[in-house]
């Protein structure tokens, strides 16, 4: 059983960043493959960005870039020139049962709740 919670979201102006964390707890958090999506009202769960427990990134988009620290627990993911498009909740998913990522939600067997980010032009 893997547990996840989002956090650092919140309302920021076009062109700037945010760094959103993932504080994983549960069995055997650092061999788990981690993934962040977004999602809009309407719209099915995009990746932004995944990355191996060995910290390779297999799936990148663009401005997002993820970045995992195992001895705390933690996957982060930096969105940098944040714009209005941006705005969206954003979910971090583990997948305990393959090592490799996926761009496919149904892949990841854990999620969190989610956190809002909200980008003003």
């Known amino acids: 059983q893997v547990q996840l919670v989002e956090s650092g979201g919140g309302l920021v102006q076009a062109g700037g960043s945010l760094r959103l964390s993932c504080a994983g707890s549960?069995?055997?958090?650092?061999?788990?493959?981690m993934g962040w999506f977004r999602q809009t009202p309407g719209k099915e769960r995009e990746l932004v960005g995944a990355?191996?427990?060995?910290g390779d990134i297999t799936n990148w988009k663009g401005r997002f870039t993820i970045s995992r620290d195992n001895a705390k627990n933690t996957v982060y993911l930096q969105i940098d020139s944040l714009k209005p498009e941006d705005t969206a909740v954003y979910y971090c998913?583990?997948?305990?049962?393959?090592?490799?990522?996926?761009?496919?939600?149904?892949?990841?067997?854990?999620w969190g709740r989610g956190t809002q980010v909200t980008v003003s032009s």
């Open positions: 998913a583990a997948r305990k049962l393959s090592s490799s990522t996926s761009s496919s939600p149904s892949d990841y067997e854990y």
């Open positions: 549960g069995s055997n958090f650092s061999s788990v493959a």
């Open positions: 990355i191996t427990r060995s």
